[in-house]
């Protein structure tokens, strides 16, 4: 039997009504055409069609944009605590089924596509990293907390402390505090752990490392790397803390230059190649100037890596974005003797797949040379993608060869 409605209400255009129904969660402001006066900022509210059809219920944010962020469409859901304790059990059992080995360091909570809107949650071995970018799931982050302990603790996971990385510009934007820190009293005194991925022993400082600490993301696109790398000559650009680098030199790669615009990413890429004992060099450069140079140096490659920073993050700075990627890789290209292989990454969801492959056309034009596609990836399985939520698939890696 279904549930009286008894949340405050908004009704919605005709255009976000067919987007709901399609599947994506977010409500814009400009698509409200009618609401209950007064709406607590952050609570539950009902959806209705310009009709009045029930649409679903989400969670609403005085300040964003993004008014409204649908949480389901259950009309018999009481929203409550155990409701968002199953989120957080959903999520978890498919981590365990699709991370099998890797669920030491992995993404426990990916926002939307665990119906979980602006809260990430990755794993490095017993620490858990959050990230709350929605006021309204920001008032309920202690159940959700709680719950991930409880159902770890169930599994046989050992967890000694939450890190909140809650410092992004997303928050300012939902109106919430920005900070950083160990949440509740238990914890352990360092934030710094080590996890092992592809076989590889990582430092990861959950404190002052990139996003939560470390980019999980790219997991399984190391791996193709490590197995492409065997016997040839790589040059792994914007490296960070070495993880592509370390992969060719683990998988018997002949040499392997790290390249990385930051002095203490190459610090730790160094301090990581060590605690391995893999040998690769390392060089402090931008990645525009870098290729170039090498260029001019007759240096030879037969294996280039580009995973660069995000270029874009709005629409707005698309287009020079894209010609920053064009550029890089069309440099690339000319680095690569015929037979050469080219892995390409981009982490911005305002960079479309389709248009990450014309560009990669484009570069090759450019370059004068011809390319064929080897595989084209994502993110890992951890970093699950909603196919009418294209923000969900923000990770593209193309590797491509040189023919």
């Given at each position: 039997?279904?549930?009286?409605?008894?949340?405050?209400?908004?009704?919605?255009?005709?255009?976000?009504?067919?987007s709901?129904?399609?599947g994506?969660?977010?409500?814009y402001?400009?698509?409200?055409?009618?609401?209950?006066?007064?709406?607590?900022?952050?609570?539950?509210?009902?959806?209705?069609?310009?009709?009045?059809?029930?649409?679903?219920?989400?969670?609403?944010?005085?300040?964003?944009?993004?008014?409204?962020?649908l949480?389901?469409?259950?009309?018999?859901?009481k929203?409550?605590?155990?409701?968002?304790?199953?989120?957080?059990?959903?999520?978890?059992?498919?981590?365990?089924?699709?991370?099998?080995?890797?669920?030491?360091?992995?993404?426990?909570?990916?926002?939307?596509?665990?119906?979980?809107?602006?809260?990430?949650?990755?794993?490095?071995?017993?620490?858990?990293?959050?990230?709350?970018?929605?006021?309204?799931?920001?008032?309920?982050?202690?159940?959700?907390?709680?719950?991930?302990?409880?159902?770890?603790?169930?599994?046989?996971?050992?967890?000694?402390?939450?890190?909140?990385?809650n410092?992004?510009?997303?928050?300012?934007?939902e109106?919430?505090?920005?900070?950083?820190?160990?949440?509740?009293?238990?914890?352990?005194?360092?934030?710094?752990?080590?996890?092992?991925?592809n076989?590889?022993?990582?430092?990861?400082?959950?404190?002052?490392?990139?996003?939560?600490?470390?980019?999980?993301?790219?997991?399984?696109?190391?791996?193709?790397?490590?197995?492409?790398?065997?016997g040839?000559?790589?040059?792994?650009?914007?490296?960070?803390?070495?993880?592509?680098?370390?992969?060719?030199?683990?998988?018997?790669?002949?040499?392997?230059?790290?390249?990385?615009?930051?002095?203490?990413?190459?610090?730790?890429?160094?301090?990581?190649?060590?605690?391995?004992?893999?040998?690769?060099?390392?060089?402090?450069?931008?990645?525009?100037?870098?290729?170039?140079?090498?260029?001019?140096?007759h240096?030879?490659?037969?294996?280039?890596?580009?995973?660069?920073?995000?270029?874009?993050?709005?629409?707005?700075?698309?287009?020079?974005?894209?010609?920053?990627?064009?550029?890089?890789?069309?440099?690339?290209?000319?680095?690569?003797?015929?037979?050469?292989?080219?892995a390409?990454?981009?982490?911005?969801?305002?960079?479309?797949?389709?248009?990450?492959?014309?560009?990669?056309?484009?570069?090759?034009?450019?370059?004068?040379?011809?390319?064929?596609?080897?595989?084209?990836?994502?993110?890992?399985?951890?970093?699950?993608?909603?196919?009418d939520?294209?923000?969900?698939?923000?990770?593209?890696?193309?590797?491509v060869?040189?023919?």
């Amino acid at each position: 039997m279904k549930q009286t409605r008894t949340f405050p209400y908004a009704k919605v255009t005709k255009k976000q009504e067919l987007s709901l129904k399609k599947g994506h969660p977010w409500i814009y402001e400009d698509e409200i055409t009618e609401s209950s006066e007064e709406i607590e900022n952050g609570s539950f509210i009902d959806v209705f069609s310009s009709k009045g059809s029930w649409l679903g219920t989400g969670l609403y944010s005085a300040a964003s944009k993004i008014r409204i962020r649908l949480l389901g469409a259950n009309a018999n859901e009481k929203y409550d605590d155990s409701f968002f304790a199953r989120r957080v059990k959903y999520a978890v059992q498919y981590r365990l089924d699709v991370m099998a080995d890797d669920f030491g360091a992995c993404r426990l909570i990916h926002g939307e596509a665990d119906g979980l809107p602006g809260v990430t949650v990755d794993r490095y071995n017993n620490l858990l990293v959050a990230e709350i970018a929605s006021y309204g799931m920001d008032l309920h982050k202690d159940v959700l907390y709680q719950a991930l302990l409880d159902e770890l603790k169930a599994h046989g996971e050992v967890i000694d402390g939450i890190y909140e990385r809650n410092e992004g510009d997303l928050r300012a934007k939902e109106g919430l505090r920005q900070y950083k820190g160990w949440y509740g009293g238990n914890h352990p005194e360092s934030p710094v752990t080590e996890i092992t991925e592809n076989g590889i022993i990582y430092e990861v400082d959950v404190e002052n490392g990139q996003k939560t600490g470390f980019f999980l993301d790219q997991k399984y696109n190391r791996l193709a790397v490590k197995k492409l790398a065997k016997g040839r000559k790589v040059l792994d650009c914007c490296t960070h803390t070495g993880s592509f680098a370390l992969n060719a030199a683990n998988g018997g790669a002949e040499s392997v230059l790290a390249v990385d615009i930051s002095e203490s990413a190459l610090e730790m890429a160094k301090k990581n190649a060590e605690r391995n004992g893999l040998k690769i060099d390392l060089r402090q450069a931008d990645v525009f100037d870098i290729l170039p140079e090498l260029r001019s140096e007759h240096a030879k490659f037969d294996f280039i890596i580009l995973d660069p920073p995000a270029f874009t993050k709005s629409r707005r700075t698309f287009h020079n974005a894209r010609s920053g990627y064009r550029q890089i890789n069309c440099e690339a290209m000319k680095l690569l003797p015929r037979g050469g292989y080219l892995a390409s990454a981009s982490c911005s969801h305002f960079m479309p797949k389709e248009e990450f492959r014309r560009m990669l056309a484009d570069a090759a034009r450019d370059a004068g040379v011809t390319i064929r596609i080897v595989e084209e990836r994502h993110a890992a399985p951890d970093h699950p993608v909603l196919p009418d939520v294209p923000e969900t698939e923000y990770l593209k890696f193309f590797i491509v060869q040189i023919i």
